[in-house]
């Protein structure tokens, strides 16, 4: 009955690949959203959906291309991978996306670009 | 734009300390998180602070906003292992209802 699941959990690949990883949420939420934490551990928004829809674009490369097939999923596709993209992503949902909401996080997926 | 900013960034204590965690942030907002992060694990919602004045508590943790100052407070009353962690502020902008932008995160580490 895991909240906010996402796979796969560990992703290891070549320079030049294209991934996925995949984001689900059983809590009836709104919206959805996908941040990168780096090796700092600075973690930073990418994007949000609101049912379905793109509402939050943040400057990310065009080679990160999120989709949300309907409002329980958002998945992350990434074309052409390079060392840089290495962080850990987190997928995060909240109930309508209003500013009190709070956000509940996925268990991370560590994505390693060798 | 805003910037949430926290310090320490690092800070190792002993078992029954009391400290306290700063988070500063740039431009004006009526509501704060903080979150906790175990190594390798998620971040887990600790508080939600609503109201200038809002003060919470949770265990040994308490986490209080001054929205007048820009300042919210995390203070730990006699540490014990088990919350060592890193932990982060966060701030929604006004500029968009879902985004919130977290502090850099400060990593406890508590020693017996």
């Known amino acids: 009955d895991t909240a906010v699941s996402q796979t796969p959990k560990y992703l290891v690949t070549q320079m030049g690949n294209d991934k996925s990883i995949k984001c689900e949420q059983n809590?009836?939420?709104?919206?959805m959203y996908w941040y990168k934490q780096d090796s700092k551990k600075f973690l930073k928004i990418m994007f949000s959906?609101?049912?379905?829809?793109?509402?939050i674009n943040e400057t990310v490369p065009n080679r990160f291309s999120p989709k949300s097939p309907d409002k329980a999923h958002l998945n992350l596709h990434i074309n052409s991978l390079e060392l840089g993209d290495s962080a850990v992503y987190f997928c995060?949902?909240?109930?309508?996306?209003?500013?009190?909401?709070?956000?509940?996080f996925g268990p991370g997926t560590r994505l390693t670009v060798l | 734009e805003l910037k949430v900013e926290q310090n320490p960034l690092f800070l190792s204590m002993q078992e029954g300390k009391n400290y306290t965690i700063y988070c500063n942030y740039s431009?004006?907002?009526?509501?704060l998180y903080w979150y906790r992060q175990d190594p390798g694990k998620s971040l887990e919602s600790l508080f939600v602070?609503?109201?200038?004045?809002a003060v919470k508590q949770e265990g040994r943790l308490m986490a209080s906003l001054d929205t007048k100052a820009r300042l919210s407070t995390l203070h730990i009353t006699a540490a014990v292992h088990d919350l060592s962690a890193t932990y982060f502020c966060?701030?929604?902008?006004?500029?968009?209802?879902?985004?919130?932008?977290f502090g850099s995160g400060t990593r406890l580490s508590i020693r017996p």
């Open positions: 809590l009836g939420h709104d919206t």
């Open positions: 959906y609101n049912n379905k829809e793109l509402i």
């Open positions: 431009t004006t907002s009526d509501r």
């Open positions: 602070l609503l109201s200038n004045g």
């Open positions: 966060a701030v929604p902008t006004y500029s968009s209802a879902s985004k919130i932008i």
């Open positions: 995060a949902s909240s109930v309508s996306g209003g500013i009190a909401d709070t956000q509940y």
